[in-house]
């Protein structure tokens, strides 16, 4: 057990690190990345004026579950938490992690995307959470080949789920999760992509002072949910229409087969490891984050 006394401290204009002697590679990197990281996300939904962001380095699940929230309560395989209502963030060592090979400022900044996010919008109400997931995703960088597989399927099978049922939760099957997880990436990316920065800070200002998410968007881009998710889906649709599986049934077969394999392979070896870099998140007045 670690001691308050044997906490080691750096602090940043916008953050405080807390760590112990073990982690002092890991605190250095965090403080050469944080600030970055903070000015990247500012710069997607504006300045958001806070106190300084405590971030521990938790060196054991005993002293995570000390240091979490009143009423929270942090699985025992989680690398990390944040609770934007405290201006807190929680990251278990990368040496707890047995072998897991885990970027710890891709962490970060999933978790410090988070925290702004909350207090950008501020108040009770709850963020959408393809919105908040989305957001922390695409701050994070987490896309890569799995990511677009998944989706070239999603999209040839029709497999979406409708955004009105990712508002207040996911679904809770795996494969599902996965599929609610990238759909909510891809909105955000597409808003941010298509429409510009400006008019997504803007965004998260109207939804800040009307705690209204179809009204924030109508205000600012003049559409409902419903009418962004049809334009969403048709974007969608084409980038992901070059693969030509229209050209022959077998074709399409043989992607349905290798996907499968390749699907196989990967939950096997990654979706686990993948989907807890992800978050499951409880409700206390706002998402609290499990990474």
Same mark, same amino acid.
Do not use: C
């Given at each position: ?19 112990? +002697? ?9 403080? @050469?990345? $944080?600030? #970055?990281? *903070?000015?990247? &996300? %500012? ?40 609770? +934007? ?9 990368? @040496?707890? $992690?047995? #072998?897991? *090979?885990?970027? &710890? %400022? ?186």
């Amino acid at each position: 057990m670690v001691l308050a006394a044997q906490w080691k401290e750096k602090t940043l204009p916008h953050f405080k690190i807390l760590y112990v +002697s073990q982690d002092d590679h890991y605190a250095e990197t965090l403080h @050469r990345n $944080l600030e #970055g990281i *903070r000015s990247r &996300i %500012v710069s997607d939904i504006g300045e958001v004026n806070i106190p300084p962001t405590k971030v521990y380095i938790v060196p054991s699940h005993a002293r995570m579950m000390t240091l979490q929230p009143r009423g929270s309560n942090i699985p025992p395989w989680a690398a990390a938490a944040a609770f +934007s209502r405290k201006n807190l963030i929680l990251i278990r060592s990368p @040496r707890l $992690l047995r #072998g897991k *090979r885990k970027d &710890i %400022v891709k962490t970060a900044a999933h978790e410090v995307s988070h925290v702004l996010l909350g207090r950008a919008v501020g108040g009770r109400f709850v963020i959408p959470r393809w919105l908040n997931e989305g957001f922390a995703m695409y701050e994070a960088g987490e896309w890569g080949l799995g990511e677009t597989t998944t989706m070239m399927w999603v999209s040839v099978t029709d497999s979406f789920y409708p955004f009105e049922e990712l508002t207040s939760g996911f679904p809770e099957k795996e494969q599902e999760v996965r599929i609610a997880y990238l759909q909510s990436i891809s909105m955000v990316s597409y808003l941010l992509d298509k429409y510009g920065r400006e008019d997504f800070i803007l965004f998260i200002r109207r939804l800040r002072e009307h705690k209204n998410l179809n009204y924030a968007l109508k205000l600012t881009y003049g559409m409902t949910m419903r009418q962004l998710e049809t334009r969403w889906h048709k974007k969608v649709r084409v980038t992901y229409s070059w693969i030509p599986i229209g050209t022959s049934i077998s074709a399409l077969w043989f992607l349905f087969t290798w996907l499968l394999v390749v699907g196989y392979i990967r939950k096997r070896v990654q979706a686990r490891k993948k989907l807890r870099q992800w978050e499951i998140e409880e409700a206390e007045g706002r998402w609290t984050d499990f990474e």
